[in-house]
C-alpha cells in the first residue's frame, strides 16, 4: 500500500519533471526564426555569453589580459580610444591638441559624462586616473617617464607636460588593454597600486558591473545613463555605443564541445575562444554563426643571451631552416585562420602595417643552414625547445620545427610546460634555448613585449639599433615618418633575427543567428548589437 | 561512546597535521609562481619580486608554513591570492553545487541500488544474477566523462530535455536546481550504482544460508521477512562503508562532472587553483576535504553501533 503510494507520487515527479523540461525546450525553440535582417531593432532581453577564462580582475588599467579586457571594455571607457581601423578618436575627452613644440597636451573634456555612481567626470577624476595609470598600467609607465605634470585647468580641462617630446602618449593611452580608463577620484586614490575590487567597479561604459559569482558567471547591465556619443561611423572602442540589451552574462564554461551544444540548445547565444577543427561542424550547423577575430601571431624566440643563438649565424641558420609555410600549414590547417605576413603589425592596422623590410620572411634554405651552421661553433649540442602545452598551436609548432631543424643537423630537444610552469621557466636563460609562443595583436610598438630589451619574453634581445628605433618612434609626429620608422622596424628584426615570424593567426567564436548587427573587430563588444527574439 | 566520539575527535588533529605538511610541501615545490601569472607575459623582474613580497611569498618556506598553521588554529585559512575573498568563504560558496550534486547523486543511488540489490537476492537462482553482474561490472566500468557525454548528446541536445549545462542553485527555485542537476546526479549515480548494489549483494548472499536464516525459515516466516529482516540488516554494515567512502570520494571527485556540466563546485576550485598557483585556496580546499574525509569515516563508525547493537565501543 505505502509502496503504491510512493510509486505513484514518484510518478508524478518525473511526469512533472518531464513536462517542465518539455516546455522549456520548446519555448527556446520558437525563438530560433528571427534571422531576417529587415526586423525591426528589439530592445532589452538578456546576453548569454560562454567565455573561456575567469579574469583574475576587471581592472582594465592594470590588467593586459584578454578576459579582463572584453569584459571590462563594456564597463570602462578612456579619454581617448581607438576606432575601427585602430586611429586614435577621442572618446570622453572632448579635443585634445598639442602645443607647438608638442610638450605640452591640453585635453577638454565632455560635459556630463555620467558615471555608474551618478556623479560626472570632472578635471579632477581624470587627473586622478592618469596618476594611477602612470603606477599600474605596463604602457602606463612608459608613458609616466615622459610625463612631467599633469593638472586640471578647469572644471573640465586637463593638461599634461612633458619632459621631452613623445608622440606615443596618445596611442598608449588608447591601448585596449591598460589604457587609461577614466575611474572617479576617490576610487582612483582608494584604489593606489591595488587592482579595483569589485565594489570600485565604476566606469562611464554603456553596461555597468552587477555581480561577478567567481567561477561562475560575471553579470552586467545596461547604465540608463550612459552619455552616448553620436559618431556612428567610428566603431572600435569609440563613437556611438548603444546598450540596447537589458543584461549580459558572461558564463565560464571551459569545454568546447559544451559551448557548441549550449549554442545548439539556446543555453548560451555567444561563445567565445571555439577550436578552429570545429569549423566546418559550425558552418554546417543552421542557426549558429561563425564569428573570426585577428588575433596576433605565433613566433619562435631564441635565447640570445646564451650559444649557440648568441651567435647570428647561428639565428639566420635557424631562419634558413624554417619552413614556416608548411609549419603554418600543418599548425593551423584551414587557410581561413592564417596568413603568411611577415610585418610586425597586422595588415588590418592601416596606421602601423607596412610589409617592407619583410621580404626574407618566408626564405626557405636547409642547403644555406647547413652551410651556415658549419660555419659557426655549433657542434651538435641539444637544444631545448620549450613550449606551453594548454596551446595546441605552440605543440604543433615545435614539433614540426624540430623535424626540420634536425634535418640540418640541430639537435633537438622538446620540453612542454604548463602554463604556470612555462612562465616562471621563460624567465632563466638557462632553461631553454627556443621557445614557442603567441602574442595577440598589439597596437604600438611599446605594446611588442617579445621585443623589449633584455627580457627572458625578449629573448633577452639586446640592440642598439632597435632602441634607437623607439626612441625616434617617440619623436615621429607625422604619418609618414612613422611608416619610415616601421619599415625599419620589420628591417631590423629580420637583420637580426630577435625572433622568427611564423604567422598571423585568427580566432574563431560563435554566435546565434539571434544576434543582429554584431560586429566583429578584435574581441567580443555588446553594444550596438541586440537579439531578435 | 561518548568517550569514544570525543576520542576519534582528537585523533583527527595529527591526521590533519600531516596532510597540512605534505600539502604545503607539494604545492610548493611545484614549478610555477602567482607573481608570474598575476602580471602576465610581458612583466618585469622587479615587478615580480615587489608582488612576491607583498604576497609574502619571499619568506622562507618553513615560515610561510607556520604563519598558515597559526592562522588554521584560529579557523582562517588565509585569503586568496587572486579575489583576496577568505578561503573559508570561497570554500562555503563553492559547496552549495558539490553538495547539491552529492545530494542528488546519492539519492540517485541509493533508490536504485538498494531494492535491486534485494531483488536480485531474492531471485538469486535465477538467469537474472549472472545479467546483474555484468550490469553492475559495466556500470563501474563506464567512463564517467563518455557518458557524460552521450547522456548530454542524447537528452540535451537530439532530444532536448536537460539543459546541457550549467547550475541553477535552490534558493532560485526547486525545479530548476534539479533540471540543471539531474543528468550529472545520473551519469555520478551510474558509476555508484553498480558498485553499491553489488557490495549489497555480495554481503546479504553471505548471510542468506547462515544458521540464523535457515532457522527462521524453519520457523516458517517468510522469504521476504527473512531477507528484509534478517538478511539486509546485517548486510547493511558493509555496505555502509562503501556507501561512506563514495560520499567522501564525491566531495573532491566530481572535478570531471563539474567541469562537462560547468558546474561551479569545489572540484572545479580546485583545478582553476591549481592552474593559477593559488596556494591559499588549494591547501584550504585540500585540508577541508581530509577533514570531511575523516569526519565521515567517523560517522560511519559510529553508525555501526547504531545498525548493529552488538557493536558497543566503551
Same mark, same amino acid.
Given at each position: 500500500m505505502r509502496l503504491e503510494k510512493t510509486l505513484k507520487l514518484f510518478a508524478i515527479l518525473i511526469f512533472t519533471l518531464i513536462l517542465v523540461a518539455c516546455s522549456n525546450g520548446s519555448s527556446s525553440e520558437e525563438?530560433?526564426?528571427?534571422?531576417?535582417?529587415a526586423e525591426e531593432k528589439q530592445t532589452g532581453g538578456t546576453l548569454d555569453v560562454a567565455y573561456t577564462s575567469e579574469p583574475d580582475t576587471l581592472d582594465i588599467m592594470s590588467n593586459a589580459s584578454s578576459p579582463t579586457r572584453d569584459i571590462a571594455w563594456h564597463i570602462f571607457e578612456t579619454l581617448v580610444a581607438l576606432d575601427k581601423d585602430f586611429a586614435v578618436k577621442p572618446m570622453i575627452a572632448e579635443d585634445y591638441s598639442a602645443s607647438d613644440d608638442q610638450k605640452v597636451y591640453t585635453i577638454t573634456i565632455r560635459d556630463d559624462v555620467n558615471f555608474h555612481n551618478g556623479t560626472t567626470v570632472g578635471a579632477e577624476d581624470v587627473v586622478a586616473s592618469i596618476e594611477r595609470w602612470r603606477l599600474v598600467s605596463s604602457v602606463g609607465k612608459v608613458a609616466s617617464e615622459y610625463i612631467e605634470d599633469v593638472k586640471a585647468i578647469d572644471e573640465l580641462t586637463v593638461e599634461i607636460t612633458l619632459n621631452e617630446v613623445y608622440n606615443g602618449l596618445l596611442d598608449d593611452m588608447a591601448? #585596449?588593454?591598460?589604457?587609461?580608463a577614466i575611474i572617479p577620484k576617490e576610487i582612483a586614490e582608494e584604489a593606489g597600486e591595488k587592482p579595483l575590487v569589485p565594489e570600485q567597479l565604476?566606469?562611464?561604459?554603456?553596461y555597468q558591473f552587477e555581480k561577478w559569482e567567481r567561477g561562475n558567471e560575471i553579470v552586467l547591465t545596461r547604465f540608463d545613463d550612459y552619455s552616448q556619443r553620436? =559618431?556612428?561611423?567610428?566603431?572600435?572602442?569609440?563613437g556611438k555605443k548603444e546598450a540596447i540589451l537589458d543584461q549580459i552574462n558572461f558564463l565560464i564554461v571551459k569545454d568546447p564541445q559544451v559551448k557548441l551544444n549550449g549554442l545548439k540548445t539556446n543555453l548560451y547565444d555567444y561563445a567565445q575562444?571555439?577550436?578552429?577543427?570545429l569549423y566546418e561542424v559550425i558552418e554546417t550547423t543552421p542557426n549558429i554563426n561563425p564569428v573570426t577575430y585577428i588575433n596576433g601571431y605565433s613566433m619562435i624566440t631564441p635565447d640570445?643571451? =646564451?650559444p649557440p643563438f648568441d651567435d647570428l649565424k647561428v639565428r639566420q641558420a635557424l631562419h634558413y631552416a624554417l619552413d614556416k609555410e608548411a609549419i603554418a600549414q600543418s599548425t593551423y590547417?584551414?587557410? =581561413? @585562420?592564417?596568413e603568411m605576413d611577415g610585418a610586425? @603589425?597586422? #595588415?588590418?592596422?592601416t596606421e602601423l602595417?607596412?610589409?617592407?623590410?619583410?621580404?626574407?620572411?618566408?626564405e626557405y634554405d636547409p642547403e644555406k643552414a647547413k652551410e651556415l651552421l658549419n660555419e659557426?661553433?655549433?657542434?651538435g649540442e641539444p637544444i631545448t625547445i620549450m613550449y606551453s602545452n594548454n596551446n595546441e598551436a605552440y605543440k604543433r609548432i615545435s614539433q614540426v620545427a624540430e623535424q626540420q631543424l634536425e634535418e640540418v643537423g640541430f639537435t633537438v630537444e622538446l620540453e612542454p610546460y604548463e602554463w604556470a610552469t612555462y612562465l616562471e621557466k621563460w624567465?632563466? #636563460?638557462?632553461?631553454?634555448?627556443i621557445v614557442v609562443i603567441g602574442y595577440s595583436?598589439? @597596437?604600438?610598438?611599446?605594446?611588442l613585449g617579445f621585443l623589449v630589451q633584455d627580457t627572458g619574453s625578449s629573448g633577452w634581445y639586446n640592440s642598439e639599433r632597435w632602441s634607437e628605433l623607439m626612441t625616434q618612434w617617440g619623436l615621429a609626429a607625422s604619418s609618414e615618418e612613422r611608416q619610415k620608422i616601421l619599415k625599419e622596424m620589420n628591417q631590423t628584426v629580420y637583420d637580426e633575427l630577435p625572433f622568427l615570424k611564423v604567422a598571423n593567426e585568427t580566432t574563431l567564436d560563435i554566435m546565434s543567428?539571434?544576434?543582429? =548587427?554584431y560586429d566583429a573587430w578584435i574581441g567580443p563588444r555588446f553594444w550596438n548589437t541586440y537579439k531578435n527574439e | 561512546m561518548l568517550h569514544y566520539t570525543l576520542r576519534r575527535l582528537l585523533a583527527i588533529i595529527p591526521v590533519l597535521f600531516i596532510v597540512s605538511i605534505i600539502v604545503f610541501m607539494i604545492v610548493h615545490l611545484t614549478p610555477g609562481n602567482p607573481a608570474y601569472l598575476i602580471l602576465g607575459?610581458? /612583466? /618585469?623582474p622587479e615587478a615580480i619580486e615587489q608582488l612576491e613580497q607583498q604576497l609574502g611569498l619571499d619568506k622562507p618556506k618553513v615560515i610561510q608554513y607556520f604563519d598558515w598553521l597559526g592562522n588554521i588554529f584560529v579557523g582562517d585559512l588565509g585569503q586568496s591570492i587572486? /579575489?583576496?575573498?577568505?578561503v573559508t568563504q570561497i570554500i562555503v560558496e563553492r559547496l552549495g553545487p558539490t553538495f547539491s550534486l552529492m545530494v542528488i547523486s546519492m539519492l540517485l543511488t541509493i533508490i536504485v541500488a538498494i531494492p535491486t540489490a534485494i531483488f536480485i537476492v531474492w531471485k538469486r537462482?535465477? +538467469?537474472l544474477d549472472p545479467l546483474f553482474l555484468s550490469g553492475s561490472l559495466l556500470g563501474t566500468s563506464i567512463p564517467e566523462f563518455w557518458l557524460a557525454l552521450l547522456l548530454v548528446l542524447g537528452l540535451?541536445? /537530439?532530444?532536448?530535455?536537460?539543459? +546541457?549545462a550549467g547550475y541553477i542553485p535552490i534558493t532560485d527555485g526547486l525545479l530548476g536546481w534539479l533540471h540543471h542537476l539531474l543528468l550529472p546526479g545520473i551519469v555520478l549515480a551510474a558509476v555508484e550504482v553498480g558498485l553499491i548494489a553489488r557490495m549489497l549483494r555480495d554481503s546479504m548472499l553471505e548471510s542468506v544460508n547462515q544458521d540464523y536464516t535457515k532457522t527462521a525459515r524453519g520457523k516458517g516466516v517468510k522469504e521476504s521477512t527473512v531477507l528484509m529482516k534478517h538478511v539486509f540488516s546485517n548486510a547493511l554494515i558493509p555496505t555502509t562503508t562503501v556507501i561512506g567512502v563514495t560520499v567522501a570520494g564525491l566531495l573532491g571527485g566530481t572535478v570531471i562532472i563539474e567541469t562537462i556540466f560547468t558546474i561551479p563546485g569545489v572540484g572545479q576550485l580546485l583545478i582553476d587553483s591549481i592552474h593559477r598557483r593559488d596556494y591559499p585556496v588549494i591547501q584550504g580546499v585540500v585540508l577541508f576535504v581530509a577533514f570531511v574525509y575523516v569526519l565521515i569515516n567517523l560517522i560511519v563508525d559510529l553508525l555501526y553501533a547504531f545498525l548493529d547493537p552488538r557493536i558497543r565501543y566503551d
Open positions: 525563438t530560433g526564426e528571427g534571422n531576417s535582417a591601448a #585596449p588593454k591598460t589604457g587609461l565604476i566606469g562611464t561604459g554603456p553620436e =559618431e556612428a561611423d567610428w566603431g572600435g572602442l569609440t575562444n571555439i577550436p578552429t577543427d640570445k643571451s =646564451e590547417g584551414n587557410e =581561413e @585562420f592564417y610586425l @603589425f597586422d #595588415p588590418t592596422q602595417y607596412t610589409a617592407e623590410g619583410t621580404d626574407t620572411y618566408l659557426s661553433d655549433y657542434n624567465q632563466e #636563460p638557462h632553461n631553454w634555448d595583436t598589439r @597596437f604600438s610598438p611599446n605594446e543567428d539571434e544576434i543582429q =548587427e | 607575459e610581458d /612583466s /618585469s587572486y /579575489s583576496e575573498q577568505a537462482n535465477t +538467469v540535451g541536445v /537530439s532530444v532536448p530535455i536537460f539543459p +546541457v
